[in-house]
């Protein structure tokens, strides 16, 4: 895993800044090719010791899923664009949503790219979020907001599957977009045990028929090209915090956790290569909830924990 690649510009830095603004300052002094800022939603809330490391919920599992499977397409683009590509899903594919204060990222990443590999795969017949919640609350392999694995995410979509959002919503509260983080961490709710939508629809769980991991670069690029989007997991440290545009790369710095987010395509910004990625943590982070990331060289070890699945229809 690669932690420092701009090591030789940062000669006589301190990394172990715990103060946002130092850090977004720190970063754009440097034109390391993505801009930074101190999110005053996150300043506010953090001092080195926050609730808000509660947000890095993606704990590794040692179990190895069996490597992806990938049809052999004739050129790779340079650019690709999972919501350009498929329209009928494109709402669906763009939407960001919201965690709150619980380490349920892994349950968002993996329930997010299930949906649209579902709306994909059906030629947008279905085309509804999937449910967090249910993911959040009754994976046993899991931890809810404490934390979860991308492999305990795929078994639970291939051994019980999952309902749409609006048959089991997300319990955990939540606060208007541009006052989040605003909520202390919040414990897993109960599951619910009764398989009745709250909506009135009738109980339809969607599973996976099989699922695995993507072993490289051109791999994760030909299942996003062909099936779609993907969760993938990596590696926080605090600059990631004060994201804003360009292309990431770990700058400065304590190591916070880990995260895991969606991966939605690809492309290429002043020469270099990134990642398309959606996070769950509102629009008001970010670039409206979306940032991209370097791609190519493992950045902080996203292309080593990709995942997903094929829907059984």
């Not at 172990?16 to 390391?32: C, H, R």
């Not at 279905?126 to 934390?147: I, R």
């Not at 609006?166 to 961490?185: G, K, M, S, V």
């Amino acid at each position: 895993m690669k932690a420092f690649v701009f090591f030789s510009l940062l000669v006589g830095v301190a990394l172990s800044i715990s103060n946002l603004e130092s850090i977004a300052k720190e970063v754009n002094s440097l034109n390391v090719g993505w801009t930074a800022e101190a999110n005053p939603h996150f300043q506010s809330k953090w001092n080195g010791n926050s609730t808000l490391k509660s947000r890095f919920g993606w704990i590794p599992s040692d179990k190895k899923l069996p490597a992806a499977q990938v049809a052999k397409v004739d050129q790779i683009p340079t650019s690709f664009s999972s919501a350009a590509n498929w329209p009928p899903c494109s709402t669906l594919i763009s939407t960001i949503y919201d965690q709150a204060q619980c380490g349920s990222c892994w349950a968002f990443a993996g329930t997010e790219s299930a949906a649209d590999r579902f709306c994909i795969a059906s030629k947008g017949s279905f085309n509804a979020a999937l449910s967090f919640g249910m993911m959040t609350e009754c994976n046993q392999e899991a931890d809810g907001c404490d934390g979860g694995s991308a492999q305990a995410v795929m078994d639970f979509m291939q051994q019980n599957g999952l309902v749409t959002n609006r048959c089991y919503p997300y319990n955990i509260p939540t606060c208007p977009p541009q006052q989040e983080p605003c909520l202390n961490f919040v414990p897993t709710p109960n599951c619910w045990t009764n398989n009745t939508c709250a909506d009135g629809t009738k109980w339809t769980p969607r599973f996976y028929s099989n699922t695995y991991q993507y072993t490289s670069v051109q791999d994760i690029q030909t299942g996003i090209m062909t099936s779609g989007p993907v969760m993938a997991c990596f590696s926080v440290y605090e600059d990631f915090l004060t994201y804003k545009t360009g292309v990431y790369q770990h700058v400065s710095g304590t190591y916070l956790g880990g995260h895991c987010i969606k991966i939605t395509g690809w492309g290429v910004e002043n020469n270099t290569p990134y990642w398309q990625c959606n996070n769950q943590w509102t629009t008001y982070w970010g670039d409206k909830g979306t940032f991209k990331i370097l791609r190519g060289q493992d950045e902080v070890g996203i292309e080593d924990e990709v995942y997903a699945g094929d829907p059984q229809l």
